[in-house]
């Protein structure tokens, strides 16, 4: 793995729904993009973590190890942005 990881937030709102929903069609079109574009992105991602996050069997995708990984940790981004937004709601409420 490399030094350094840049990751877009996006890709990992992408990620999330590729492994929650286990199918790049239908994770697709939950997001309203095309699965060509999601598995575009999600390769982005495997590249700049520098491991597969899925395999690919056919039309099926499971998680590798690194992917239920990454999945536990976005979760907890995602936790940790909605307190952000939270906190900062609340402080603005406090200031007005």
């Known amino acids: 793995m490399k030094g350094t ?21 239908k994770a697709a079109e939950k997001l309203g993009i095309t699965q060509p574009t999601l598995s575009h992105q999600i390769k982005i991602l495997e590249q700049e973590l520098g491991f597969l996050l899925f395999n ?3 039309k099926k995708i499971e998680l590798t190890k ?27 409420k406090v200031l007005n």
């Open 5 to 25: 990881v840049y990751i877009d937030l996006r890709h990992l709102k992408y990620f999330l729904m590729g492994s929650n929903e286990l199918h790049f069609t």
């Open 56 to 58: 690919r069997i056919g």
């Open 66 to 92: 690194v992917g239920e990984i990454v999945q536990l940790e976005t979760v907890n981004i995602q936790i940790s942005l909605q307190n952000i937004s939270s906190q900062i709601e609340a402080f603005t």
